[in-house]
Structures are given as C-alpha cells and as structure tokens.
C-alpha cells in the first residue's frame, strides 16, 4: 500500500526540541521530493520545508528557518523533521507530504499523511 | 512570496446544487495552481493539478479551470460527502503557498 506513516508529535514546552519522523511505503522513495505541512487548530495549511530525493536542495519557510531542519534517509524510505526552540505558535498537525515526481524541483502534493499532533505549551 | 486569496470563505448549499470556489494569486502563475480537500480530523486529498487536470479517483463532478492570476474549481450537483474545506496552492514559486481555504457545507 502506497502510505506515508508519520510519528513522533508529543506536548513539549516552549524552547524544547522535538524530532519528527515519517516512514514511507509502497513507493520509489528516492524518485520524490519530500516535504512537511503544518495545520495549527482550526487553520489553513501552512507549508514548512522540502528537500529533493539526494537532500541537495533544501526549503524553508520563513517561520521555521534557522529552527528546524528536514533531513531523509533514502535507505530507509524515510523523512525527518528535526523542531528547535520551539513556541506555542508551532502547535499544529504536521503532515509529512510527498511531491509529484517529476524532473523539476517543485509540483503538486500527491500524497499525504494522517500527521501528527505537536503542542508546545509549559 | 505569492500571496493566494480564496473566496468566499465559507458556503452553506444544498444536495444538488453546483458551487464555484475561486482563488486569485498575487502573480501570475501560468497553470501552476493545485486544488485540495480536506474533511474534518483528515487529511488533505489531491483533487485537481495544473488547474484543470483530476487526479486520479476524483469525480468528474469536480472541475477547475483558469490560469495567470484568476482560477476557479467548480462542483456539480452537490452530494453530502462534499462537505469539507477546500484549499488552493500554488506551485510556481517556493515558498509554497495555500489560500485560507473555503469551507463548504451540505
């Protein structure tokens, strides 16, 4: 089954690290773009970072640069989202995200994951 | 960055009626506009790409069309199951963007 699993949400308090992780299955892994989406409670959808099949181009966004880092392992078929000094406005859903395979470096997102819940609160 | 404007933001039908969404970039996009759905405690699904292509599985009921700046998703005879917000991104440029989403009732 084509899936992406994602773990790892848990209450932290502001300041606190957390490590976000997502394992997929069912597909070529190394032939996609992987990305993270964050939902706080009752929002929109607020794009968080991408990195490409060999981790050479990285994106972030704006809120989470310099806080959190996303990182792959393409033997594992896996995502992560390493979360630094962390503030209540990053409690949301988090979903890992995979982006349409094609040659270029951004496209549609075509799967996604049931996310999980990070809240930072003390 | 791009900035995506949906309206409106909220809508209540009825079985059977035909609703158009629309959502306006702050730059022209060409065709680079995805549209999305996304039920209550779910996540979003694919439902439309380069403006006017379904993805795979989604009802013909669905459209969307438009291009540059200006684009519209269209859903005929509304059924009970299409109760949920509707979201789009763009994907011309990083960093990605969604409109504020429009949620639709039933």
Request: some cysteine.
């Given at each position: ?5 994602e773990?790892?949400g ?28 964050r939902q ?53 859903v988090y979903y890992c ?15 996604w994951g049931q996310g999980t819940l ?5 | ?41 779910k996540a ?63």
């Amino acid at each position: 089954e084509v899936q992406l699993v994602e773990s790892g949400g848990s209450l932290v308090k502001p300041g606190g690290s957390l490590r976000l992780s997502c394992a997929a299955s069912g597909f070529s892994f190394t032939g996609h773009y992987m990305n993270w989406v964050r939902q706080a409670p009752g929002r929109g959808l607020e794009w968080v970072a991408s990195i490409s099949s060999r981790s050479d181009y990285i994106y972030y966004a704006d809120s989470v640069r310099g806080r959190f880092t996303v990182s792959r392992d393409n033997a594992n078929s896996s995502l992560f989202l390493q979360m630094n000094s962390l503030r209540a406005e990053d409690t949301s859903v988090y979903y890992c995200v995979r982006m349409w395979g094609g040659v270029g470096s951004l496209y549609y997102l075509d799967l996604w994951g049931q996310g999980t819940l990070v809240t930072v609160s003390s | 960055d791009i900035q995506m404007t949906q309206s409106p933001s909220t809508l209540s039908l009825s079985v059977g009626d035909s609703v158009t969404i629309t959502c306006r970039a702050s730059e022209s996009l060409g065709y680079w506009l995805a549209w999305y759905q996304q039920k209550p405690g779910k996540a979003p699904k694919l439902l439309i790409y380069k403006a006017s292509t379904l993805a795979s599985g989604v009802p013909s009921r669905f459209s969307g069309s438009g291009s540059g700046t200006h684009f519209t998703l269209t859903i005929s005879s509304l059924q009970p199951d299409d109760s949920a917000t509707y979201y789009c991104q763009q994907y011309l440029n990083y960093p990605i963007t969604f409109g504020q989403g429009t949620r639709l009732e039933i």
